[in-house]
């Protein structure tokens, strides 16, 4: 697969990552491990070389990270993510203090199997914590050499700007997608000024974008998208429009939606690198497959107007959880 260079860093990745969240948090019932192991271990087998996970997904999917690649150590580019606790009666808090991040540094560390973290997000902007002592928390971790590079994920350009002050930014991270647009305005063009690579999560739309969800699609009872307005049956239904719109370009194509999405978010800069995730071997082909499908200037232009006149309808998350992003 094609390389590509996150902004001014020296790291360079897959085209296409590979998101692990969903193998054990968010969508539904968790994959039985070993399947896990062997679905990462498959993406790199097929050139796959930059894997995303993080503390809040729950021990496992770090494990499961940590044992699938450890055959392709030096070969490959592991990602994780540090910022939340997670107290006694379950509940989730932000926690970005220095001395809470040295902590559970190790803990990742181990289960990744690893001696460095090659890339090293806070997952969401703690208000009650600088960003400047994030930021010089993690040069702390890189002198130790126990961190190669920072990033920060769902985090405001402000945010951006003081951080990478500090300690250089590699990546930023957030949710992009041809239904969720909003980094273009300011994130993007930051990201642009500074050097600094974009790592787009959700690129299909936490699923929606790959015409196998509709109205009547239930979901599991532990499926996060059950809490998510743009996931109400009415909501999915008004958004059928966006799905029908890309299954025709995807045939003129030759290729499926889901290509055609992530196709078209490596059109946008070529320091982008989207990270789909998925549970099954079959559909990590065919996101992998999208990074042969070539967009022309004209094919571009008339997605982005077809785009431009179609609405999305619902928020992308519930209230409680829109406040922790782009503080």
């Given at each position: 697969m094609q390389k590509r260079r996150l902004g001014n860093s020296r790291l360079d990745v897959s085209a296409i990552g590979y998101g692990a969240m969903g193998l054990s948090h968010g969508y539904g019932p968790a994959t039985d491990t070993r399947q896990a192991i062997a679905l990462v271990r498959a993406a790199a087998e097929r050139g796959v070389t930059f894997f995303d996970t993080a503390q809040i997904y729950g021990a496992i999917n770090e494990e499961i990270v940590g044992e699938a690649l450890e055959p392709f150590r030096g070969q490959v580019v592991i990602a994780t993510k540090f910022g939340f606790e997670v107290r006694a009666d379950?509940?989730?808090?932000?926690?970005?203090?220095?001395?809470?991040?040295?902590?559970?540094?190790?803990?990742?560390?181990?289960?990744?199997?690893?001696?460095?973290?090659?890339l090293y997000y806070q997952h969401r902007v703690d208000p009650d914590v600088p960003i400047?002592?994030?930021?010089?928390?993690?040069?702390?971790?890189?002198?130790?050499?126990?961190?190669?590079?920072?990033?920060?994920?769902?985090?405001?350009?402000?945010?951006?700007?003081?951080?990478h002050a500090v300690q250089p930014v590699t990546a930023v991270?957030?949710?992009?997608?041809?239904?969720?647009?909003?980094?273009?305005?300011?994130?993007?063009?930051?990201?642009?000024?500074?050097?600094?690579?974009?790592?787009?999560?959700?690129?299909?739309?936490?699923?929606?974008?790959?015409?196998?969800?509709?109205?009547?699609?239930?979901?599991?009872?532990?499926?996060f998208r059950n809490i998510v307005p743009r996931f109400t049956p009415e909501n999915r239904t008004a958004n059928q429009a966006l799905v029908d719109w890309l299954a025709r370009v995807a045939a003129e194509k030759r290729a499926t939606p889901a290509q055609i999405a992530l196709a078209w978010l490596l059109s946008r800069k070529p320091w982008i690198v989207p990270i789909p995730g998925t549970t099954k071997l079959h559909r990590l082909e065919e996101n992998i497959g999208a990074a042969d499908v070539e967009l022309t200037r004209a094919d571009l232009q008339a997605i982005d107007d077809a785009a431009a006149h179609i609405t999305v309808h619902g928020a992308r998350y519930p209230e409680h959880l829109q406040k922790r992003v782009g503080r």
């Open positions: 379950g509940q989730q808090i932000l926690n970005s203090r220095p001395d809470y991040i040295k902590q559970v540094t190790e803990g990742s560390l181990k289960r990744l199997r690893v001696d460095a973290i090659d400047e002592d994030v930021a010089g928390a993690v040069t702390d971790l890189i002198r130790e050499g126990k961190v190669r590079h920072f990033g920060l994920s769902e985090a405001g350009v402000a945010t951006i700007r003081r951080a991270q957030s949710e992009y997608s041809l239904w969720w647009r909003e980094p273009e305005a300011e994130v993007l063009p930051a990201c642009e000024e500074l050097g600094i690579g974009f790592v787009p999560f959700s690129p299909l739309g936490r699923g929606f974008l790959t015409g196998t969800i509709d109205g009547t699609t239930t979901f599991a009872s532990n499926d």
